[in-house]
């Protein structure tokens, strides 16, 4: 009789290597591994694949998905400037959906009835992966053994893999952080960062150098955008997989990109997290000055508002919903005339906008000159003011703090 399916989510680590004997042993299935590269990976993909093929799973697929994770997940990142709580750009949130999304495609390829996870029960990816999978298709059951299993601690888990066969590198019991990374950066928790006091350690820090070791001469780069997306830098047109991760370089070189912060989680306990984002807090930068040239003030105002509306749907888990496809199609509006470039200036951890230029400018120099030769009819205020106040006006003389019914009030 043949055993029913599970697809996995594989990341070649500790707890996932685990999770398949766990899933073999304990729940009778057989595994399917599933192992996507979102730009996290540059060695040891194939060697990650041919673990879990030891540890007897029915196959493992190793995915190439960075080019699909910055065309269709960053680019509406950079359209939204998702900035979760207005503090960090959303990185593991980004990567979350697109891996959901493989895993249930790949399970209806098995016609497999589960699919699993190695999140923990504390943390936020379990429900991006949960609510993803089971928007795309509510039948499929997940398991999530890290949630379930009896491993109160890091060495009852290295224990159960030298006890199952699980190869257990050197070490294991002293990485001191937890750290998830993709193309768009990096975020490190746990070990001394769990106490807000302490300073973040330097080796938190890899695609950053510390500020006080940069160049002592500032670096300059040119980003152009079509239509909200970066197509080049200082001219030079590449794929935008390509462009990230120059920039990640380039921006990493000067020290931009480190922050350390106090996160809300979804399940309401408070975090302390470390991120390493160069490239995406340099190119939300420069997005938002090209907008502040090109988006009309009132579609700007708005959208404001529904940036972090749309971070927090994404942060939340809620990529396939009809919310979000709501939002992605305001925000893709919004981007139609949003072409030109950035110039950006790097020094010393810093990253300043020194100029910007659109064919698609809003500004007029005729209108907002202060010389006295201007476009701009200064007469037309006196009537704009007495509308504007009318209001104001009429409740100070009625209700205001030197009116008669004030004063009869009091």
């Not at 379990?126 to 928007?135: H, N």
């Not at 070189?253 to 995406?280: H, I, Q, T, W």
């Not at 090209?290 to 749309?310: I, S």
């Not at 300043?352 to 009819?377: E, I, N, Q």
Request: proline residues 5%; charged residues 25%.
């Amino acid at each position: 009789m043949s055993k029913e399916k599970v697809v996995l989510a594989y990341s070649g680590g500790l707890d996932t290597s685990v999770c398949i004997k766990w899933l073999q042993e304990e729940k009778g299935l057989d595994v399917i591994c599933v192992l996507g590269n979102v730009g996290q990976e540059l060695h040891g993909l194939e060697y990650k694949k041919q673990k879990a093929l030891d540890l007897g799973v029915i196959d493992c697929h190793v995915l190439e998905l960075k080019d699909e994770f910055a065309d269709e997940y960053l680019t509406k990142a950079i359209a939204a400037n998702s900035m979760y709580e207005n503090k960090y750009p959303l990185l593991s949130a980004l990567s979350r959906p697109l891996l959901a999304s493989k895993l249930v495609d790949i399970a209806h390829q098995y016609d497999a009835k589960y699919v699993a996870h190695g999140c923990t029960g504390k943390g936020n990816d379990q429900v991006r992966f949960e609510a993803s999978i089971l928007t795309l298709d509510p039948d499929l059951e997940v398991i999530a053994p890290v949630r379930e299993w009896d491993l109160k601690s890091r060495p009852d888990e290295v224990a159960y893999a030298h006890e199952h066969g699980v190869p257990v590198p050197e070490g294991a019991n002293d990485n001191p952080y937890s750290i998830d990374d993709n193309l768009w950066g990096r975020a490190i928790e746990c070990g001394v960062l769990e106490d807000p006091w302490n300073e973040p350690p330097h080796d938190v820090w890899v695609m950053t150098k510390d500020p006080e070791e940069t160049p002592d001469t500032p670096t300059y780069v040119d980003v152009d955008f079509e239509k909200g997306v970066p197509v080049a830098l200082d001219g030079e047109k590449m794929p935008l997989a390509a462009l990230v991760e120059k920039l990640n370089q380039v921006a990493g070189n000067n020290g931009y990109g480190r922050l350390d912060l106090m996160e809300n989680r979804m399940v309401g306990l408070k975090s302390r997290e470390c991120y390493e984002v160069p490239a995406a807090l340099t190119l939300i930068t420069a997005h938002k000055a090209l907008e502040d040239l090109t988006l009309e003030r009132d579609v700007l105002h708005q959208k404001l508002y529904l940036e972090q509306t749309w971070a927090t749907c994404v942060y939340n888990g809620q990529w396939f919903s009809p919310l979000k496809k709501a939002l992605d199609a305001f925000m893709a509006e919004t981007q139609k005339f949003v072409t030109g470039t950035v110039r950006l200036k790097f020094f010393k951890g810093h990253c300043t906008v020194m100029g910007r230029k659109s064919p698609c400018s809003l500004y007029d120099y005729g209108l907002a000159t202060y010389d006295r030769d201007t476009t701009f009819d200064e007469k037309a205020a006196v009537g704009f003011i007495e509308i504007e106040t009318l209001s104001l006006k009429t409740w100070a003389k009625m209700q205001g703090p030197t009116s008669l019914a004030a004063q009869n009030l009091s």
